[in-house]
């Protein structure tokens, strides 16, 4: 196909980022791989990112699942060859995605999402399901939902696990210049977006706060990362380099040179796993709890409460403790799903030539 178009309708909002982040990396493998391809983006107008996207991007006025007028519509205009919908999309728009001659990709990331893309009334218009969550950090499919795949001829849903761009070390070290850090010497904090709250106030601030204590009482060369949905200034202090946003492949190559993260349950814990940085991971979100106890079972990261994020990351950093850490990580085999993504596209875009 020569200049492949392809459509990316991540769920998008003032709060959560992460799938709007996972798109854009796929989306920015995609320009990679394809250098020609017509990258295309659908985003609510609520989302800070929302006018940063460096893809053509079209606007409706909530998150696209609640928008299916809207978002019918500009499928329909486009005419893209593959649509892929990161844990978003209703029925109704997977259906109208296929009557306009795309391929529908599902992107779900924990076991709600994952049994929502299994109903016949969605798997039917589904071509790839991807669950962007290793195996182990997922209750695997009952028994019931083998048979139901299988005895409707559906899709299975496949593991992608980490997606992310991989970190680039003349970056990385263009990275620790700019802000003096020394490989394998300071600690990375981030608490996702920026925009997810924790009682009354912002995880990030409760995330910064830990940060610059830190920094204080061990002498340790801190970095905080508030996100894209941060809606202040960072905090300039001597303690800590405050950074604002950073894209995933500055923010991968930052992280690949930590000596430990701090790190809210969302996607970025899998990545670091997947890099073997040590982790103490902390949940911002509803979600995120499971993800982090699956992963403190397999005895990849340790776990906190937002509570007690400073007292629980004092025992954190202890030498013996990311030791420990460091060995679980270096045994483990979770690779970067990206490359299963490209893979699965590049499949569905040789089936729509031959069509």
Known sequence: MRRPKLLFIPVSSAEGIGEYMRSMIIAEGVKRRWPEADIHFILSREAPYANTCPFKTHQVARSPTKEVAAVNRLMAELKPNIVIFDASGRRSQLACAKRNGAAVVFISQHKRKRARGMKWSRARHTDRHWVAQPSFAIEPLSRWERFKLKLLGLVSPRHLGMVFMPPDEARRETLQAK????HGQYLLVNAG?????????????IFADAAAALARELGIRTVMIYGDNYPKQPVENDDVVAIKSLNNEDFISLLSGAKAAILSGGGTVLQAIALGVPVLGVPVAKDQPARLQACEAEGLIKVAASETLVESARAFIQPQVLQQLSQALASQSQGNGLQQALADIAELLAERANQ
Not at 179 to 182: G, I, S
Not at 193 to 205: E, F, P
């Open 179 to 182: 802000w003096q850090l020394q």
């Open 193 to 205: 977006s920026g925009g997810h709250k924790l009682g009354v106030g912002l995880a990030a601030d």
